[in-house]
């Protein structure tokens, strides 16, 4: 079955170190893939997209996400964590057979910052 | 300002009682969708337009209706609500289905409770 598996559900991490969240998708092509972030009671930010050309993708807020085909992976990563980089993050994808481009989210991780 | 705007922020309603949620976007975006979001299940794609009058479910459609009879407009009805739906809920636009167009912009969130 298609999917977006996000195998953490919550992390906790130091404010200054180095933050990596894993995205894992089940699709018979690769899909045009997404990282959302929400900040709590806020709705949700693209933070980065890809769609082909270089695996490794630069987003905004300092994120960066790398495209691994072999593994079907599209990880998050940021090598100083603010506090204000406490929020929840949603990998997403559009299925390329979708023509409707219909987002599906994995389940989200939890990123808890601490000083 | 480029946005999309949903009214209320937060409702408290009880069952039976008919409702709608008002979504808005000052994009001139052609596709717009609902989603839900519930924890431990990330978004799930309630409803989806791709243009004027035209509408389709997503994954969870039941209990809920749409409609588009304006482009920037995409309001969702809650016929008779039921505990099983209160959720957070977003609306999202985008510029077209196809290529870097499939990146969706979010609203605020409606959280909604039915007792």
């Known amino acids: 079955a298609q999917s977006v598996t996000q195998p953490d559900i919550h992390i906790t991490v130091s404010e200054g170190a180095s933050l990596e969240l894993r995205c894992n998708y089940s699709?018979?092509?690769?899909?045009?893939l997404f990282w959302y972030v929400q900040s709590p009671g806020q709705g949700l930010q693209l933070l980065l997209k890809?769609?082909?050309?270089?695996?490794l993708v630069q987003g905004i807020k300092g994120f960066e996400a790398e495209f691994k085909r072999s593994q079907s992976s599209f990880n998050l990563r940021k090598p100083s964590v603010h506090w204000s980089d406490a929020a929840e993050y949603f990998c997403?994808?559009?299925?390329?057979?979708?023509?409707?481009?219909?987002?599906?989210f994995g389940a989200g991780t939890q990123v808890v910052v601490t000083p | 300002e480029a946005q999309v705007t949903q009214n209320p922020r937060y409702l408290i309603t009880v069952t039976g009682k008919k409702l709608t949620v008002t979504c808005s976007q000052n994009?001139?975006?052609?596709?717009m969708s609902w989603y839900r979001q519930d924890p431990g299940l990330g978004l799930r794609q309630i409803y989806y337009?791709?243009?004027?009058?035209?509408?389709d479910k997503g994954d969870v459609p039941e209990g809920y209706k749409v409609s588009r009879k304006e482009k920037r407009n995409f309001p969702l009805i809650l016929e008779s609500p039921s505990p099983n739906q209160t959720s957070l809920y977003f609306c999202?636009?985008?510029?077209?289905?196809?290529?870097?167009?499939?990146?969706?912009?979010f609203g605020p969130g409606t959280r909604l409770t039915v007792l």
């Open positions: 999202a636009s985008s510029l077209s289905n196809s290529g870097s167009s499939h990146e969706q912009f």
């Open positions: 699709y018979g092509a690769t899909p045009y």
């Open positions: 890809y769609f082909s050309g270089d695996t």
């Open positions: 997403a994808v559009v299925p390329i057979t979708d023509s409707w481009g219909k987002l599906q």
């Open positions: 994009m001139n975006h052609e596709y």
């Open positions: 337009s791709m243009n004027v009058e035209v509408t």
